[in-house]
């Protein structure tokens, strides 16, 4: 029986809703803590949690 492991948050290292197996594969996964109430994208291949960092908005300059 393989044995699952609880996905942490990047921010405040929480434990979320998510269990993660050997085989799960997420790409641009929208990943929310219900403690710290942020919302991250991430990426998770075998086990391995990268963070997808997108640049913040720019204001227009007129």
């Known amino acids: ?5 609880w996905l942490l ?3 405040c290292n929480n434990k979320t809703r ?3 197996r ?3 594969l997420l790409e641009n996964f929208p990943l929310f803590c219900p403690k710290c109430k942020q919302e ?3 990426n998770v291949r ?3 949690l990268s963070i ?3 640049p913040d908005a720019q ?3 007129r």
């Open 9 to 11: 948050c990047p921010v």
């Open 40 to 42: 991250t994208l991430i």
């Open 52 to 54: 997808i960092k997108e």
């Open 22 to 24: 050997a085989d799960t």
């Open 1 to 5: 029986m393989e044995q699952g492991k």
């Open 18 to 20: 998510i269990k993660l």
């Open 59 to 61: 204001t227009q300059s």
């Open 46 to 48: 075998q086990l391995n």
